[in-house]
Each structure stands twice: as structure tokens, then as C-alpha cells.
């Protein structure tokens, strides 16, 4: 029987300091939402470690038991952080978040999205069954069918054969990017793949991440014309599709992005799940003119995911402006009080 997403293991005590100070933090629902997104990013520094450590499985357990919170936003980058792991300490925890139907839509997504990312063929059952269930929510269903696809991938002898840029990301994607076919990119083929609604979604998503790819460094020549392609993303019918993009953006920081976002971010008619990641994307431009006094418009916004992102997102932005290392809590330079 898999553990609860919302119950600490009973064999973790005791806690490593750092870890259980980290914890502390996230799962205080009296922290600041940016102070205990920093703590996550902090664990999932540690949740990461390879060769693990003493700290990697009581990190991911610190992790998990945030699945408590109320916050939407929390949940989702809990799950994600997970996923990121490349431990498979962490399935029991999504599969819990996944099955879970009364759980927000985005956070259950993002669990599915995980399991992809972690290729863990003991879920694909699970993953068909929702991505073939027609009672199930779309974006649920469509993430599923992307993680069936990434697993499938990441076990199929064709991967061996595929020949793939070496990305400047370490990030574990939904999807790898597709490999290039000449020694000279052709963004216009990419973009021709990436909106072709009737290819399956993993496949424009590889099309989405070889164009990524092609955006870094800013100063590519490929860069902006790879840029302006992905921005034409945010016309698809689909909102998994769109929020994806935001996040592509969101990794890439480049400033030909900020109009489309800014534009999504604006769309009070959009989807709650794609204005979040176009806020959090504008976060990491922080350091842009403009950025910051654009985000504080929406510190009010109606919808509770959104005032949430932008909350992390300045705070992100105040980051990118100071220059810091990097966006996480330090234990040994002292801890938030909460």
C-alpha cells in the first residue's frame, strides 16, 4: 500500500537538522509563501543529490508532507520538484496526488507530469487508464498521454539512435527535444510541428523544447526567430499546451518573451494554470524594465493561483535584481522565524 502524500513515514525520526528546519518552514501555513518556496527549492537541492546522501530520502519526505496545504500553487511545485528528483522514493507521493480527484486539477497534473519525468514504468498502468478514461478532466488526460510517451521513450532502444543537442538545461522535461536532422537548425519546420494540432502532444512538445534549445544562449542567432516561434504557441486550443510554453519561457529568461507574457498574463479570460506560469515566467525577467511594476497589477487579481504567482514571482524578481546565488534558504545563514 502506497504511503500517504499527506503523512510523514514513521522511520524518519530522527529528522537531519537542515532538513527538518527546511520543513518547518514549508509546511508552516504562517510563513510567507516566498519564504517557503525558497525552503522547497532548498529540499529539492537535497531530494536531488546523486549519489544520495542521508539527507535525500528524509528531503523527499519533507516534501511530500507539504501536500497538505491549501495552496494550489505549493501542491503543484511540490509535485514538480518531486519529479525532479530522479527518485523513485517520490512515486508513491505522486501516484497518492494523481488518484486523488477531489485534488486541484493543476496539482494533479502536475503529479502525472512527474511520474513521466521520474520513467517510472510501474505507474504506466495508472497513466493509461487516466489518459484513456473519458470522465477525466483534459488536462489530466493530456498529461497522462505525455508521460506514457515519455516513458515509453525514455525504455525504447529508438532513443539510442536519436541524435540530440546537448541542452544548457538540467532540467528533466516533459519531453526530450526532437534531434536534429542537419547541422543547421530550421526553426520554421519546428514551428511547422509545434502547432500542428493533429500530432500527438508529445511530439509537438519535443518540437517545443528543441526550439527551446535553440533560444540559449540569448545571444544565439537562433534565439529570437526561436523565440517568436514558441510565442505562437499561445494561440493552441489547449491549455496544457499554452501553460507549457510559460514555463519554457519562464526557463529561458529572454526578454523577446516578455510581450507574450505580459499579454497572457493580462487575458483574465485565460486559463488560471497558464496565467500563473506566464506570471512566475515573468519573475525570472525580473531584472527587465517594466517587469516588476507589470507583475505588482495583479497582486489582486480575482484568481487565488494568480496572486500567489506573482507573489513568488517578485519575489523571484527582487532575487534576479540582487544578483543572489541562488533562489533557496540557506539553514546556515539562518532561517525565517515562523
Not at 75 to 102: F, I, W
Not at 127 to 133: A, E, I, T, W
Not at 205 to 225: H, I, N, Q
Request: net charge negative; with cysteine.
Amino acid at each position: 500500500m502506497a504511503p500517504s502524500a499527506t503523512t510523514p513515514e514513521k522511520t524518519l525520526s530522527p529528522i537531519d537538522p537542515q532538513v527538518f528546519a527546511l520543513r518547518k518552514v514549508l509546511t508552516s501555513e504562517s510563513a510567507p509563501l516566498a519564504h517557503r518556496f525558497r525552503a522547497l527549492f532548498s529540499l529539492k537541492h537535497l531530494a536531488s543529490l546523486s549519489p544520495p546522501t542521508p539527507q535525500t530520502r528524509p528531503a523527499i519526505d519533507a516534501i511530500a508532507a507539504a501536500f497538505t496545504s491549501p495552496s494550489a500553487l505549493l501542491k503543484h511545485e511540490l509535485a514538480y520538484c518531486l519529479g525532479q528528483s530522479r527518485n523513485d522514493a517520490a512515486v508513491p507521493y505522486l501516484r497518492t496526488v494523481l488518484e486523488d480527484r477531489d485534488e486541484d486539477a493543476m496539482c494533479r497534473h502536475e503529479a502525472a507530469e512527474a511520474l513521466g519525468a521520474l520513467g517510472d514504468q510501474d505507474s504506466l498502468s495508472l497513466l493509461r487508464g487516466m489518459r484513456d478514461d473519458t470522465q477525466e478532466l483534459e488536462v489530466v488526460r493530456e498529461t497522462c498521454e505525455i508521460a506514457v510517451e515519455r516513458i515509453e521513450w525514455e525504455h525504447g532502444v529508438s532513443r539510442k539512435d536519436e541524435q540530440l543537442k546537448q541542452s544548457d538545461f538540467a532540467s528533466i522535461d516533459p519531453a526530450p527535444p526532437l534531434p536534429q536532422a542537419s547541422s543547421k537548425p530550421a526553426i520554421p519546420e519546428l514551428q511547422k510541428t509545434l502547432l500542428d494540432t493533429s500530432l500527438p502532444l508529445f511530439q509537438r512538445y519535443r518540437a517545443m523544447f528543441a526550439l527551446r534549445d535553440l533560444s540559449s544562449p540569448p545571444d544565439l542567432p537562433t534565439a529570437v526567430p526561436a523565440v517568436q516561434a514558441l510565442a505562437r504557441g499561445f494561440q493552441d486550443p489547449s491549455a496544457l499546451f499554452r501553460h507549457e510554453i510559460a514555463f519554457v519561457f519562464g526557463q529561458l529568461s529572454h526578454p523577446a518573451s516578455i510581450p507574450s507574457l505580459t499579454e497572457t498574463l493580462s487575458n483574465t479570460k485565460e486559463a488560471s494554470m497558464v496565467r500563473h506560469e506566464a506570471a512566475e515566467a515573468l519573475g525570472s525577467l525580473g531584472d527587465e524594465e517594466g517587469v516588476e511594476e507589470t507583475l505588482k497589477k495583479f497582486l489582486d487579481d480575482p484568481e487565488q493561483v494568480v496572486r500567489d504567482s506573482v507573489i513568488v514571482a517578485l519575489d523571484m524578481a527582487e532575487f534576479e535584481k540582487n544578483g543572489e546565488a541562488e533562489y533557496a534558504i540557506i539553514p546556515d545563514a539562518g532561517l525565517i522565524e515562523v
